[in-house]
């Protein structure tokens, strides 16, 4: 059984036969999976400062 990655590059049509007939996943699951917010994989970014008064 071929993986997906090397399925990508030859020939997915048979991918996809091979997996058909697998059960299907928990919807309700990997929706709570992918609305989880990640835990440090985003950049950490600083609060814009606001605009001083200037004295022109």
Known sequence: MASLRESRKN???DFIKEHESDPK???DKLDAV???PS???GKATRK???EAASDD
Do not use: F, P, V, Y
Request: glycine fraction near 14%; avoid cysteine.
């Open 39 to 41: 835990q440090g994989t």
């Open 11 to 13: 020939n997915l049509e």
């Open 34 to 36: 992918i609305k989880r």
């Open 48 to 50: 814009a400062s606001s």
């Open 25 to 27: 996943g928990d919807l």
